[in-house]
């Protein structure tokens, strides 16, 4: 694995990391924002594809930077690290608000985009989300530790669970405790709220494949099936169980349609 860094205009500085070889394949992760989170993809992946992936602004190893987090804006860095690393052409695959960030992505510029993996997304906020991402976000402010806990009962399996509490147990140690932590997730909850393109992603004309899980109780598989129906030839496909974490709790299973999705994309 290499790794370096990006530095944006506005003073952010990215963690890259690039592992494999092949065709490009972009790991965009959800609201935790880390390049740590497809670890137990990256083996497999990396056989088939030079894999590019990166701590998002303001998370682990990236430092914040002085620009509103927006998507848009965070659509941008991922332009940015795809700049860095050299990359003309890639399929892009982003988990929940990663694959809410594709898809400003893809308004922006296609033609960079060989396909598109739209995993555990939505096309726009509804009451569901709005609810539930709300009042994470009061929990947040009093509560760090107990909302990571919330999220590890929402995101993961019953089952998945139970038997690794090891990862339970990472994500109570690295919760968002301090005031600057708290204002990055803040932040990042904010916008998805405010992100709707889906006036828009009609326009999409790339490749795309709409994942979800029936038992995702974050982003439930209605709102996958609608983003699906909004991009007219996007292929869709469903995990029968996994939880908002299928990338970890089912990565075989995962690992194994990323694969056939995106051999299939033109370079």
Request: charged share 20%; aromatic share 8%; proline share 4%.
């Amino acid at each position: 694995m290499a790794i370096s860094r990006v530095k944006l205009t506005d003073g952010a500085e990215l963690s890259v990391h690039v592992d494999g070889s092949g065709p490009d394949l972009m790991l965009v992760t959800g609201l935790g924002g880390t390049a740590s989170y497809w670890d137990a993809a990256v083996p497999d992946l990396a056989k088939s594809f030079r894999l590019i992936r990166f701590d998002q602004r303001g998370i682990a190893a990236s430092t914040r930077g002085t620009a509103a987090t927006t998507i848009e804006q965070l659509a941008r860095d991922a332009e940015a690290v795809l700049d860095h690393v050299g990359s003309k052409r890639c399929v892009l695959l982003g988990h929940s608000t990663g694959g809410v960030i594709l898809q400003a992505m893809a308004l922006h510029d296609e033609t960079r985009i060989a396909g598109l993996i739209l995993s555990g997304t939505w096309a726009r906020p509804n009451r569901y989300m709005a609810e539930l991402f709300n009042a994470r976000a009061e929990i947040l402010k009093v509560l760090p530790k107990e909302y990571s806990a919330m999220v590890g009962f929402l995101a993961y399996t019953a089952d998945w669970l139970n038997a690794n509490w090891a990862a339970f147990e990472a994500m109570r140690t690295g919760a968002p405790v301090t005031p600057a932590q708290q204002a990055v997730v803040a932040e990042r909850i904010a916008a998805i709220l405010a992100f709707d393109r889906s006036m828009d992603i009609h326009r999409i004309t790339a490749p795309t494949l709409v994942q979800g899980a029936e038992d995702d109780l974050i982003v439930p598989a209605f709102l996958n099936r609608e983003l699906a129906g909004l991009i007219k030839h996007a292929e869709v496909q469903m995990f029968p169980t996994g939880g908002h974490m299928y990338p970890i709790t089912r990565t075989t299973a995962f690992v194994a349609e990323v694969v056939r999705f995106a051999t299939r994309c033109k370079p």
